[in-house]
């Protein structure tokens, strides 16, 4: 019973005595990353930052996007060297086996801040959805004063999405048709859907819509749209959308 014991933490990437509520940061790796002092690497829930390294083939290269360096300059100043208090939602490891958390020091909500700095940009994947309410006003505030990133990254066409693999842009176009799969909704911005722009809503987030009165694939379609996220390379460029306020229609009237 107690080997079964210690061998299920071992399998959920916890050690017995882990306080995460009072845990010391001892490296940020970048703006929405950090390295714990046992070791363990936290993810910030709810936030995506521009990246400073890009993968090419097997490796990592050194090229910071405009803002990253300025995003892990704040991370630091908030967390380096100092206990922090995590907090977990529903899930609590992502793919690579990183904690997933909401990280607190003293009074300040590092996830928020940086939101509200203009240094990240919401990124919400159900069902880690506690503090999307808050993270959308914050952002919408950033983005109409134009702070951090909001400054530097004009809209761009949908034509011009492959050219920004990686990014986290804003992309406008016309949703010419859509198409509702068994997995998720698609969004196409051209004739031919494995090389144009497409917006992706899987099904475990269509609820979200839903729950505003939207049905995406017939809600969109012959809509010109603004839709922001990290732009992907699959069947051509694309956004994975979870929530309503990634997608703005705009009246072109």
């Known amino acids: 019973m107690i080997r079964a014991f210690f061998i299920s933490l071992l399998l959920i990437g916890c050690s017995p005595g882990i306080d995460y509520s009072h845990i010391k940061v001892l490296e940020v790796i970048d703006g929405d990353t950090v390295r714990l002092e046992n070791g363990k690497l936290l993810r910030y829930i709810g936030i995506d930052t521009p990246e400073i390294r890009i993968k090419k083939e097997t490796k990592f290269e050194f090229r910071p996007q405009p803002f ?33 958390g909401y990280c607190f020091v003293d009074d300040i909500f590092v996830n928020a801040k940086l939101i509200e700095e203009g240094f990240a940009v919401l990124y919400t994947r159900p069902p880690n959805v506690r503090y999307v309410d808050l993270f959308v006003e914050l952002q919408n505030k950033a983005r109409k004063q134009k702070k951090g990133l909001w400054q530097a990254y004009d809209v761009i066409s949908s034509d011009e999405a492959h050219k920004f693999i990686d990014q986290i842009r804003s992309v406008r176009g016309k949703v010419l048709s859509s198409f509702k799969s068994e997995k998720c909704v698609f969004l196409n911005f051209g004739t031919d859907y494995k090389t144009d ?57």
């Open 197 to 253: 722009f497409t917006v992706v809503i899987f099904n475990d987030c269509i609820k979200f819509f839903r729950a505003k009165d939207i049905e995406p694939h017939l809600f969109y379609k012959d809509k010109t749209i603004e839709v922001f996220g990290r732009i992907k390379e699959y069947n051509g460029p694309e956004i994975i959308v979870s929530m309503p306020y990634q997608i703005i229609v705009i009246d072109e009237n």
């Open 68 to 100: 990253s360096l300025e995003a892990k300059e704040l991370n630091k100043k908030l967390v380096e060297n100092k206990f922090v208090r995590v907090e977990f939602d529903i899930e609590r490891f992502d793919n690579y086996g990183r904690i997933l």
